[in-house]
T-cell receptor, first 113, second 111 residues
Framework: EPEVTQTPSHQVTQMGQEVILRCVPI?????FYWYRQILGQKVEFLVS????????KSEIFDDQFSVERPDGSNFTLKIRSTKLEDSAMYFC???????????FGDGTRLSIL | RKEVEQDPGPFNVPEGATVAFNCTYS??????FFWYRQDCRKEPKLLMS???SGNEDGRFTAQLNRASQYISLLIRDSKLSDSATYLC????????????FGAGTRLAVHP
């Protein structure tokens, strides 16, 4: 069964540094998403991406965040200057179309020191 | 009302028990709903989709009451492997775009 893959599984970074989280969505999917989950809290929406542009973003997704689909297969989330409160699990998800559900990658654990 | 609200539990049940989880949602325009399960420090995995009044898949039954804006998940004949957090998830605005997650209901099945 096709799946969403994410790398790295764990990223440790100093505060203020840039990080790039990578995702390879399921190949025939059209809609791409990033979510995050702070330890012990619920999963929160960050951004959705369709047709090579952001379709919606949350208040969390401020100017420090950006997304790209540089080559038609990868989907990346960049955090320009990380803060301690960016420490969380980051999940990428994708879906095909219509009412189909989103499928999640196994996440990147981001730890900011 | 919170966008998606669930009883956090935990529900501690013996193997073989039947257990039911409830979820209420605030957006009356939502058309489809999902139950995901999440194991500790893992990704959410789709358990069931609910598009009309309900859905059944083996030991799992989901029911939807649009008038009350209420969704339930019933698990029959609980197994040890059912121990997880069950997430009620509602796409916003019916456009199947961003997902709004409940905080989850924790289930622990013991021998």
């Amino acid at each position: 069964e096709p799946e969403v893959t994410q790398t790295p599984s764990h990223q440790v970074t100093q505060m203020g540094q840039e990080v790039i989280l990578r995702c390879v969505p399921i190949s025939n999917h059209l809609y791409f998403y990033w979510y995050r989950q702070i330890l012990g809290q619920k999963v929160e929406f960050l951004v959705s991406f369709y047709n090579n542009e952001i379709s919606e973003k949350s208040e969390i997704f401020d100017d420090q965040f950006s997304v790209e689909r540089p080559d038609g297969s990868n989907f990346t989330l960049k955090i320009r200057s990380t803060k301690l409160e960016d420490s969380a699990m980051y999940f990428c998800a994708s879906r095909s179309q219509g009412s189909q559900p989103q499928h999640f990658g196994d996440g990147t654990r981001l730890s900011i020191l | 009302r919170k966008e998606v609200e669930q009883d956090p539990g935990p529900f501690n049940v013996p193997e073989g028990a039947t257990v039911a989880f409830n979820c209420t949602y605030s957006n009356s325009a939502s058309q489809s709903f999902f139950w995901y399960r999440q194991d500790c420090r893992k990704e959410p995995k789709l358990l069931m989709s609910v598009y009309s009044s309900g859905n059944e898949d083996g030991r799992f039954t989901a029911q939807l009451n649009r008038a009350s804006q209420y969704i339930s998940l019933l698990i029959r004949d609980s197994k040890l492997s059912d121990s997880a957090t069950y997430l009620c998830v509602v796409p916003l605005s019916g456009g199947y775009n961003k997902l709004i997650f409940g905080a989850g209901t924790r289930l622990a099945v013991h021998p």
